[in-house]
């Protein structure tokens, strides 16, 4: 009876030592998976885009998913037929921390340019629909390769850290090739919105206003949202990749906050986004609009879908462009003829 009680006890202990084992391992590879998720995460959202065209592929709501493609289809044919009767010089700038920049001028010769910034993922050429209009209205058209994006160098999208400085470089190019009575639109989408808002406190005179698609108010609080609603993870995930960001392109997602770099900005903006946004939360749009101290204007689309606008709704997005057009560069023109 003794023994078969100590080898009962032993054979619990035995059981229980496997547990444990087991039980640390599976701990051990959940942590694994957790930081690598993490880290793969932010590669793909600011880093070094292993995997990007994948994961925008499969977003909820994105511009790359094969519906949005084809609700994009018109929009792409009219942008790829102006790209073959016009020819885009190749331009670039050295960064003050020593990053090679590239992008693409389309020259008029005309006095007002509108600078398109980007959004990630994508490269100077890509995916401007606007341009035929633009260039309708006889704008020269400046398409940076924004940093670690087509021929730009650089190892993070860091909306608008680094970039901020990229942008008014950028300026001071069209500026100087066009003249200090030049007049410029900044157009930015999501991740060029985020470049062009920290910008714009140091904005050269010569910018007219900006236009914001789908901006982010704070790139922490868009992690958040971004990953409940395309990934449905939890929160231990953005805050592994937060210390990843940190250690690895020296900055936190929360410091990226564009509401607080609006407040220091007396640049007129026009602000684009949808209701239907799962990429970006619309209510980034308010935030901005609230910390802004110079005019500050929502064009909102009940039905509109994160990269998509446009596509939709070309008609009423250049009448709302438009309207800033009349006021910031026609009426100012005016009255310094008069």
């Known amino acids: 009876m003794k023994e078969r009680k100590v080898k009962k006890e032993w054979n619990l202990r035995q059981i229980g030592n496997m547990a444990l084992i087991v039980g640390v391992f599976a701990i051990f590879l ?4 957790f930081v690598r998720f993490s880290k793969a995460y932010v590669n793909a959202f600011i880093g070094n885009y292993t995997g990007i065209e994948e994961m925008l592929a499969t977003m909820k709501g994105g511009a790359n998913t094969d519906a949005a493609k084809r609700e994009l289809l018109a929009c792409q044919n009219d942008y790829d037929a102006w790209k073959e009767q016009h ?3 190749r331009v670039t700038l050295q960064t003050e921390d020593n990053i090679r920049l590239s992008g ?4 008029q010769g005309g006095k007002e340019t509108v600078v398109y ?3 990630i993922g994508s490269a100077a050429g ?3 629909y606007y341009a035929p209009w633009y260039w309708e209205k006889g704008y020269n058209i400046l398409m940076p390769d924004n940093r670690a994006h087509g021929e730009s160098e650089g190892n993070c999208a860091s909306y608008g850290v680094y970039e901020g400085k990229d942008v008014n470089q950028w300026l001071q190019l069209i500026c100087e090739k066009y003249g200090e009575d030049s007049r410029i639109i900044v157009h930015g989408d999501t991740l060029g919105a985020a470049a062009a808002l920290m910008a714009s406190a140091d904005y050269p005179e010569q910018v007219a206003f900006t236009v914001a698609e789908s901006p982010v108010a704070n790139l922490y609080d868009a992690a958040e949202y971004m990953m409940k609603n395309q990934f449905s993870s939890i929160p231990l995930f953005l805050w592994i990749g937060d210390w990843y960001s940190y250690k690895e392109y020296g900055f ?3 410091d990226v906050d564009l509401s607080d770099a609006v407040q220091e900005s007396d640049t007129p903006l026009l602000i684009l986004c949808g209701s239907k946004d799962t990429v970006v939360d619309p209510k980034n749009a308010v935030s901005i609009q609230k910390a802004s101290d110079a005019d500050c204007q929502i064009f909102g689309l ?4 994160h990269g998509l606008l446009y596509a939709k709704h070309s008609d009423e997005i250049e009448q709302s462009i438009d309207h800033f057009i009349g006021e910031y560069i026609n009426n100012r023109q005016q009255l310094v003829v008069e």
């Not at 959940?30 to 998976?33: A, E």
């Not at 693409?104 to 020259?107: I, M, P, V």
């Open 87 to 89: 020819q885009g010089e």
């Open 30 to 33: 959940v942590g694994i998976c």
């Open 126 to 128: 890509e995916d401007f």
């Open 104 to 107: 693409l001028l389309y020259d």
């Open 252 to 254: 936190h997602l929360k």
């Open 302 to 305: 009940e039905d509109g879908t």
């Open 117 to 119: 910034l980007h959004n």
